[in-house]
């Protein structure tokens, strides 16, 4: 009875009304609704470097499929038509590709192999933050080396090298810069090193460059060279945890320790194969969208005083504002509800990085930093 009256008396008030009065109460009150909702920022979260869009759907098939047929059953330890495909996709020999449980996994197990007796593990700074650490777990000491304004500086890695040395690890391209090395110069920087040297190159964000940029065809002439991959980043199966790693003649013992006791899933697997199958469809629509938006950030933020590195390739920007330290702009973001990743894990107090995920994103992360 008390619902029944309260809508009557709900209604009660629009009797003595014109249809023209009850017609604009109504409009009155959608207009006010519709700008509080107007009003509302809803969080932006820009810190990850995943991409931002599922995978291809035949991916996302193939990793169901295999899940339903195979969920009761061990997966195949050798993953071995994996390894095959990937052999044939990028013509390597099969036997010294490694597949894991994500680059992260498979570069802090390359390191551990390197490091087991001590020594030093050099690395340009700042990269990808996680690298110091995996070097100082495996028993090893980091030596960074700074970068050349953006760039890796490969003459400053090689004059590091001591008696000590046992590994360097580059990320290319290199978070946070998001800046590549050149095959040229990679290779004759190899040239010159002692061979008890290992260099692991972390080629995560490798396939947000054109094929032949890879480190890959450095493999046939550098036998200490390990290159790492993901499929975390440009095919978005970060959920599935899946890296590879193949490397030259003298590391065919190393490999032998990268691969995960436990095997890795056969969803995982099946999605490998199926992102090989649709790579040549996929990625070079997503590069062209990381260019696209690099592009419109240049041009929206074109006056202010935030800039980031020209020539990057990956899917999110290396942000500095003239005046403002990296804590200083990403309070500013903040307060736009954007999150962004700050310098701190860099030991940088000037940058922050963004992610690039899309143009509306772009637009919104370019009007906050404009009004800087």
Do not use: C
Not at 53 to 63: R, T
Not at 185 to 206: I, M, S, T, Y
Not at 245 to 258: D, N, V
Not at 346 to 365: F, K, Q, S
């Amino acid at each position: 009875m008390k619902r029944r009256r309260r809508f009557l008396d709900y209604y009660r008030q629009f009797e003595e009304l014109s249809p023209e009065e009850v017609a604009r109460s109504y409009r009155e009150r959608s207009e006010a609704s519709r700008s509080a909702a107007l009003a509302v920022v809803h969080p932006l979260d820009l810190s990850s470097t995943g991409w931002h869009e599922p995978p291809h759907a035949e991916i996302v098939n193939a990793a169901t499929f295999a899940l339903r047929r195979s969920l009761n059953a061990y997966p195949d330890p050798t993953a071995e038509p994996a390894r095959r495909a990937l052999a044939e996709h990028h013509g390597l020999p099969a036997e010294r590709i490694v597949l894991g449980h994500g680059a992260g996994e498979l570069l802090a197990a390359a390191l551990t192999a390197a490091l087991r007796d001590g020594g030093e593990a050099i690395l340009p700074w700042p990269t990808w933050p996680p690298l110091a650490a995996l070097i100082a777990r495996a028993g090893g000491t980091p030596v960074p080396v700074p970068l050349n304004g953006d760039a890796i500086d490969l003459p400053a890695l090689d004059a590091a090298v001591r008696t000590g040395t046992r590994a360097i690890v580059l990320a290319s391209p290199n978070d946070p810069t998001g800046l590549a090395l050149g095959q040229d110069e990679l290779a004759a920087f190899l040239r010159g090193l002692p061979e008890r040297v290992l260099v692991v190159v972390d080629e995560a964000l490798a396939d947000f460059l054109p094929a032949p940029a890879t480190a890959l065809p450095l493999l046939a002439v550098h036998p200490r060279l390990v290159v790492v991959r993901s499929l975390s980043k440009a095919h978005a199966l970060a959920g599935a945890r899946l890296g590879w790693a193949a490397g030259g003649e003298g590391t065919g013992e190393l490999l032998a320790t990268l691969a995960p006791s436990g095997a890795v899933g056969a969803p995982a697997q099946a999605a490998l194969l199926a992102a090989l199958e649709v790579g040549d469809r996929v990625l070079p629509l997503r590069r062209q969208a990381v260019a696209d938006a690099r592009v419109r950030l240049a041009a929206l933020l074109e006056g202010s005083p935030v800039s980031f590195p020209a020539g990057g390739v990956t899917n999110f920007a290396w942000l500095r504002a003239e005046g403002h330290d990296s804590r200083a702009l990403a309070a500013h973001l903040a307060g736009a509800n954007i999150a962004v990743t700050p310098g701190a894990p860099y030991n940088d107090e000037h940058g922050v990085r963004a992610a690039l995920r899309g143009p509306e994103a772009v637009d919104r992360l370019g009007a906050a930093l404009a009004s800087l």
